[in-house]
């Protein structure tokens, strides 16, 4: 918010599209992977240690890797990431956690200009609000942890 203030975006995403005012919308990585990717829940890499957490970062960078307008893979960066994730030292997964979420802000920014039409605007710039993809129509199914599995 006090970017927008400082640059004079608009912050209203109903703000009409491709004139001369910049407009900055609300996204959040979490609902917009589950949109984006058709996941069943969300991706679990937020929390937890290395192991609960290292299946997560595989699986959304798999995903990024699919979207070919990103042409992450075989980026230097990204063979970075892929190594940290691989291997981690301590507070090396926090640090591509952040990059990684970035990665899918941006995609959604680049649909808000390119695609505005696969995004949906959940609630008003009066009471708040997020952009997303819309949901997928299946219902959730949250993964057993593998200690459920037992």
């Known amino acids: 918010m006090r970017l927008a203030k400082r ?3 608009e912050i209203d995403p109903s703000a009409r599209p491709f004139t001369d005012q910049t407009v900055c919308i609300e996204v959040y990585p979490h609902p917009a992977m589950i949109g984006l990717f058709g996941l069943t829940y969300r991706l679990d890499y937020k929390k937890g240690n290395v192991e609960r957490r290292r299946p997560g970062f595989v699986a959304l960078m798999s995903h990024l890797e699919g979207i070919a307008e990103l042409a992450v893979a075989g980026q230097p960066r990204w063979e970075e990431i892929r190594d ?12 591509v956690e952040d990059e990684l979420d970035a990665i899918v802000c941006a995609r959604l920014a680049w649909m808000w200009h390119h695609r505005r039409d696969t995004l949906r605007i959940y609630g008003s710039a009066d009471e708040g ?3 997303a993809p819309s949901p997928p129509t299946h219902r ?3 993964p057993l942890r593998s200690t459920e599995e037992s």
């Open 7 to 9: 640059f004079g975006w």
């Open 129 to 131: 609000y997020i952009v």
């Open 140 to 142: 959730p199914v949250r």
């Open 84 to 95: 940290a994730v691989a291997s981690p030292r301590p507070g090396d997964l926090n640090r």
